[in-house]
């Protein structure tokens, strides 16, 4: 622990307290890992006024602009000395994160008190920093405009002058996906959205510089807002009346110097330790682990059944029709087509219609022994579980939407979902049901009722959890909700759509540790009689980034019509996704290249993950596609220089056709050229090369080549390295034969394999004459 990361400097002209911070961050590796340097050159300092910056040598990357606090209907703001500074105090403690310090700022607004402080680690010196508002006599008539604040600490000026730094953005709709934003962290250089919209904000240089702006705490009524002064402030949500006493803000920065992915990777490890979210439901997720298939807006079956037919006989339909052409789903996705919904949209009763199952749910569940997950929107003002319509449930009821505050409701409901087969609640609609209520917006505290209890009742009765359709507070919100294990990060399917470039979103999905769901896709072009009157260009992309996305893959073909051998490059014979370690996401270059279009990054779409197997032996993957001008990456430009791989396995997208091994490092990048379309993308795969016999030979794994991640470990469950040879211990299910591949001195070498009984199988890596079939 000697490294210095951030400083953080206390004083007004000179500087009074310097402490030393350091990280925990690392680079690239997925567990934490103290690392020299990643956050080196960043300083906070802050003044006895609270004025503070974040400069990294001559260059300040955050300039504060003044507090305000709306109260009394009034704006007090330290810029006009109506909120006037009482006293300064100097604060410390330890929590679960090592020992802190605050630098504390106590105003008046009026005959209220307002604290502000700036909380810095020391030991262990995270580099971060963390602003708090500490509302010590509460607000009232505080409400001013909902796409604003009510409080603003931090606020941030945007710089006049262009000083080369680029933002992104996080906000809008599907995990902050839909409006995804990047410009120029300067004046005029693009518009954050603010009020219910807003989320993360990410500025960064060209050398790797980041850093993240973002809520901390009480993730539902936080906000941001632009002002017309070019200011980014952050505190309350600008709906909210009054703010109780003794309430809490927070917003965070987090600072580093290993690039994009990589800080917020390390920020969103820091959050979910502080939050305790555990990877374990996510990790045992049905749905997130193996192949399902869907019924929502895009796939075959959304409110269309086979002609003549109930949804009850085209389910059952599907589950005869799958197992007869062996396509493994293990559950069923059940869209807003089942349940009782009223006028103007809006669930009445979250229970299936007779007209749909003549005779129920469960029957269709012992039929099928399809595990379900179920979709479900906002609620009807009209909805007969609230106690104001006659029911038994606490609710807010508004003029069309309702929101339910009573966690027995969710868990009476969760449990009788059970019978017929609930695994996993996909809550849709959330940015309606948050901003198109009053009491969701007005208070600090209702739409995080409602999403802790959802959460709650979820965990006690067996569930998980889908957002959609959710906005980056209910994103944030789900740090606190272990039974969230994943979210939609783009908008909806629909048969050649570009939905599909999930590589920026998921990166906010991954740190906040949320499996990113693509939605469902069509393995075949055409799908006769759809309902959007529309084809799929290209399948095989779709099923390549699902895979890739290390969250669901859920097809939605008509019945006959699956690519059965395109689809089953996800998965094994019993539908376990053969996925990455990570959620695939774009390279930071390609940032770059979207801010300063100088050729500095790929234009389209290049995002690479991998998979660690083993004892710590890295395997990557890059996927380009849709690439419009031609560009060259390195090993370290794909995020890769912490297992620095020397070669790489090029596949095409009709998979095994031209396969190559090439050298693979920074005097040896990858040309990626306009030959990566969305119809023939690129995939590349690296591997360690093993030297066994005295360093006479040389093995290069590439294993399955007909999956989209041939070395998973979902299949490799092992590799043993001696001195005289390298094996591999593989799983698969009885009877499944699969053909393994690799590299033995150059020579490319296919193995076939069928698993017994046991499920597993060893195979040592050697030269083998017979079964060398090139195919
Ligand atoms: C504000 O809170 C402090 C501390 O609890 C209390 O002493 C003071 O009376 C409160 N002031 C008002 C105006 O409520
Ligand atoms: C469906 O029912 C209608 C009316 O009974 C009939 O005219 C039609 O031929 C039927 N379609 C199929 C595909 O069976
Ligand atoms: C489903 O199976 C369960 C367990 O065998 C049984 O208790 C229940 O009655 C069945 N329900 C229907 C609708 O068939
Ligand atoms: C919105 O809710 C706030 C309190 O939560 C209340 O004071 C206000 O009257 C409500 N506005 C409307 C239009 O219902
Ligand atoms: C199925 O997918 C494979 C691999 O992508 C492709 O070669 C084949 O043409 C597809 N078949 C159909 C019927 O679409
Ligand atoms: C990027 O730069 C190229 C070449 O200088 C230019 O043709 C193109 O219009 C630019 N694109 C954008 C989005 O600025």
Same mark, same amino acid.
């Given at each position: 622990?000697?490294?210095?990361?951030?400083?953080?400097?206390?004083?007004?002209?000179?500087?009074?307290?310097?402490?030393?911070?350091?990280?925990?961050?690392?680079?690239?590796?997925?567990?934490?890992?103290?690392?020299?340097?990643?956050?080196?050159?960043?300083?906070?300092?802050?003044?006895?006024?609270?004025?503070?910056?974040?400069?990294?040598?001559?260059?300040?990357?955050?300039?504060?602009?003044?507090?305000?606090?709306?109260?009394?209907?009034?704006? #007090?703001?330290?810029?006009?000395?109506?909120?006037?500074?009482?006293?300064?105090?100097?604060?410390?403690?330890?929590?679960?994160?090592?020992?802190?310090?605050?630098?504390? #700022?106590?105003?008046? !607004?009026? =005959?209220?008190?307002?604290?502000?402080?700036?909380?810095?680690?020391?030991?262990?010196?995270?580099?971060?920093?963390?602003?708090?508002?500490?509302?010590?006599?509460?607000?009232?008539?505080?409400?001013?405009?909902?796409?604003?604040?009510?409080?603003?600490?931090?606020?941030?000026?945007?710089?006049?002058?262009?000083?080369?730094?680029?933002?992104?953005?996080?906000?809008?709709?599907?995990?902050?996906?839909?409006?995804?934003?990047?410009?120029?962290?300067?004046?005029?250089?693009?518009?954050?959205?603010?009020?219910?919209?807003?989320?993360?904000?990410?500025?960064?240089?060209?050398?790797?510089?980041?850093?993240?702006?973002?809520?901390?705490?009480?993730?539902?009524?936080?906000?941001?807002?632009?002002?017309?002064?070019?200011?980014?402030?952050?505190?309350?949500?600008?709906?909210?009346? =009054?703010?109780?006493?003794? #309430?809490?803000?927070?917003?965070?920065?987090?600072?580093?110097?290993?690039?994009?992915?990589?800080?917020?990777?390390?920020?969103?490890?820091?959050?979910?330790?502080?939050?305790?979210?555990?990877?374990?439901?996510?990790?045992?997720?049905?749905?997130?682990?193996?192949?399902?298939?869907?019924?929502?807006?895009?796939?075959?079956?959304?409110?269309?059944?086979?002609?003549?037919?109930?949804?009850?006989?085209?389910?059952?339909?599907?589950?005869?029709?799958?197992?007869?052409?062996?396509?493994?789903?293990?559950?069923?996705?059940?869209?807003?087509?089942?349940?009782?919904? /009223?006028?103007?949209? /809006?669930?009445?009763?979250?229970?299936?219609?007779?007209?749909?199952?003549?005779?129920?749910?469960?029957?269709?569940?012992?039929?099928?022994?399809?595990?379900?997950?179920?979709?479900?929107?906002?609620?009807?003002?009209?909805?007969?579980?609230?106690?104001?319509?006659?029911?038994?449930?606490?609710?807010?009821?508004?003029?069309?939407?309702?929101?339910?505050?009573?966690?027995?409701?969710?868990?009476?409901?969760?449990?009788?979902?059970?019978?017929?087969?609930?695994?996993?609640?996909?809550?849709?609609?959330?940015?309606?049901?948050?901003?198109?209520?009053?009491?969701?917006?007005?208070?600090?505290?209702?739409?995080?009722?409602?999403?802790?209890?959802?959460?709650?009742?979820?965990?006690?009765?067996?569930?998980?959890?889908?957002?959609?359709?959710?906005?980056?507070?209910? !994103?944030?919100?789900?740090?606190?909700?272990?039974?969230?294990?994943?979210?939609?990060?783009?908008?909806?399917?629909?048969?050649?759509?570009?939905?599909?470039?999930?590589?920026?979103? =998921?990166?906010?999905?991954?740190?906040?540790?949320?499996?990113?769901?693509?939605?469902?896709?069509?393995?075949?072009?055409?799908?006769?009689?759809?309902?959007?009157?529309?084809?799929?260009?290209?399948?095989?992309?779709?099923?390549?980034?699902?895979?890739?996305?290390?969250?669901?893959?859920?097809? =939605?073909?008509?019945?006959?019509?699956?690519?059965?051998?395109?689809?089953?490059?996800?998965?094994?014979?019993?539908?376990?996704?053969?996925?990455?370690?990570?959620?695939?996401?774009?390279?930071?270059?390609?940032?770059?290249?979207?801010?300063?279009?100088?050729?500095?990054?790929?234009?389209?779409?290049?995002?690479?993950?991998?998979?660690?197997?083993?004892?710590?032996?890295?395997?990557?993957?890059?996927? !380009?596609?849709?690439?419009?001008?031609?560009?060259?990456?390195?090993?370290?430009?794909? /995020? #890769?220089?912490?297992?620095?791989?020397?070669?790489?396995?090029?596949?095409?997208?009709?998979?095994?056709?031209?396969?190559?091994?090439?050298?693979?490092?920074?005097?040896?990048?990858?040309?990626?050229?306009?030959?990566?379309?969305?119809?023939?993308?690129?995939?590349?795969?690296?591997?360690?090369?093993?030297?066994?016999?005295?360093?006479?030979?040389?093995?290069?794994?590439?294993?399955?080549?007909?999956?989209?991640?041939?070395?998973?470990?979902?299949?490799?469950?092992?590799?043993?390295?001696?001195?005289?040879?390298?094996?591999?211990?593989?799983?698969?299910?009885?009877?499944?034969?699969?053909?393994?591949?690799?590299?033995?001195?150059?020579?490319?070498?296919?193995?076939?394999?069928?698993?017994?009984?046991?499920?597993?199988?060893?195979?040592?890596?050697?030269?083998?004459?017979?079964?060398?079939?090139?195919?």
């Amino acid at each position: 622990m000697t490294s210095g990361t951030i400083f953080v400097l206390i004083g007004s002209c000179a500087l009074i307290h310097a402490a030393l911070l350091e990280s925990l961050t690392h680079s690239g590796h997925p567990e934490l890992r103290k690392d020299k340097n990643s956050a080196d050159g960043f300083v906070f300092t802050i003044d006895d006024q609270a004025k503070f910056s974040f400069t990294q040598g001559v260059k300040t990357w955050l300039q504060s602009a003044p507090a305000f606090l709306y109260t009394e209907g009034k704006r #007090f703001s330290a810029e006009d000395g109506s909120l006037k500074l009482d006293h300064k105090a100097t604060e410390s403690g330890a929590d679960k994160m090592g020992t802190w310090t605050s630098q504390c #700022f106590v105003y008046m !607004a009026g =005959s209220r008190s307002w604290k502000l402080c700036a909380k810095s680690w020391s030991s262990p010196a995270w580099p971060l920093v963390v602003f708090q508002q500490h509302f010590i006599n509460g607000t009232a008539l505080s409400a001013h405009d909902t796409d604003s604040v009510i409080s603003g600490f931090p606020s941030f000026q945007i710089p006049p002058e262009d000083i080369g730094l680029g933002y992104l953005s996080f906000q809008g709709g599907m995990f902050g996906g839909t409006r995804f934003v990047t410009g120029r962290w300067t004046k005029g250089g693009g518009i954050l959205s603010g009020g219910t919209e807003g989320g993360p904000v990410a500025v960064f240089d060209q050398n790797g510089g980041v850093c993240i702006m973002a809520p901390f705490s009480e993730f539902m009524s936080a906000s941001r807002e632009m002002d017309e002064k070019w200011r980014v402030n952050w505190g309350v949500m600008g709906g909210v009346v =009054s703010v109780p006493t003794g #309430f809490t803000q927070q917003t965070v920065v987090y600072c580093g110097n290993t690039g994009i992915n990589q800080v917020f990777s390390d920020w969103g490890k820091f959050m979910r330790t502080y939050y305790n979210k555990e990877d374990i439901y996510r990790k045992t997720d049905l749905t997130v682990n193996y192949l399902g298939y869907y019924t929502d807006n895009g796939a075959y079956y959304y409110d269309l059944t086979e002609p003549n037919k109930t949804y009850e006989q085209t389910i059952l339909d599907l589950k005869e029709y799958t197992d007869s052409i062996q396509v493994p789903f293990r559950y069923i996705q059940y869209d807003a087509w089942f349940y009782y919904r /009223g006028q103007l949209g /809006g669930t009445v009763l979250w229970k299936a219609r007779p007209d749909i199952a003549p005779h129920g749910l469960q029957y269709i569940f012992n039929q099928t022994q399809w595990p379900v997950a179920a979709h479900n929107m906002y609620w009807s003002a009209k909805t007969p579980y609230a106690k104001e319509n006659g029911g038994k449930y606490n609710f807010i009821v508004e003029s069309e939407k309702a929101i339910p505050q009573d966690l027995t409701f969710w868990v009476d409901l969760f449990k009788q979902a059970r019978l017929w087969g609930l695994v996993m609640y996909e809550q849709d609609y959330m940015d309606w049901e948050f901003s198109m209520m009053n009491a969701t917006q007005s208070t600090v505290d209702v739409a995080k009722t409602w999403l802790m209890q959802m959460g709650q009742a979820a965990r006690a009765t067996g569930l998980t959890i889908q957002y959609c359709m959710s906005n980056p507070r209910h !994103a944030m919100q789900s740090l606190e909700i272990p039974a969230v294990t994943q979210a939609r990060v783009s908008g909806d399917y629909h048969p050649g759509n570009d939905q599909w470039q999930i590589g920026e979103a =998921s990166i906010f999905a991954d740190a906040m540790g949320i499996a990113p769901w693509k939605d469902n896709f069509w393995t075949v072009t055409d799908q006769p009689g759809n309902r959007y009157h529309q084809s799929e260009p290209y399948p095989e992309l779709e099923a390549a980034v699902s895979t890739l996305s290390s969250g669901p893959v859920g097809p =939605s073909n008509m019945l006959v019509h699956t690519n059965v051998s395109l689809l089953m490059q996800c998965c094994r014979a019993d539908g376990l996704i053969l996925k990455p370690s990570k959620p695939a996401t774009a390279v930071d270059r390609q940032f770059w290249q979207a801010v300063w279009n100088n050729s500095v990054g790929p234009s389209g779409q290049v995002w690479t993950t991998y998979s660690r197997v083993g004892h710590d032996l890295y395997f990557g993957i890059i996927l !380009a596609a849709d690439i419009s001008a031609d560009f060259k990456l390195t090993p370290s430009d794909a /995020g #890769f220089q912490f297992f620095n791989p020397k070669t790489v396995i090029t596949r095409s997208a009709q998979g095994v056709k031209d396969t190559q091994l090439s050298d693979f490092g920074d005097n040896t990048p990858i040309q990626l050229t306009t030959a990566c379309t969305r119809q023939d993308f690129c995939m590349y795969y690296t591997s360690p090369v093993f030297t066994v016999g005295s360093g006479k030979t040389k093995i290069i794994i590439y294993g399955e080549e007909h999956k989209f991640v041939p070395m998973s470990r979902g299949r490799v469950s092992n590799i043993d390295i001696t001195d005289n040879d390298v094996t591999v211990t593989l799983q698969g299910t009885s009877g499944e034969n699969i053909i393994f591949t690799y590299f033995y001195d150059g020579q490319m070498i296919r193995r076939p394999c069928t698993f017994d009984h046991t499920g597993i199988a060893k195979l040592r890596l050697g030269y083998y004459h017979s079964s060398n079939d090139r195919v």
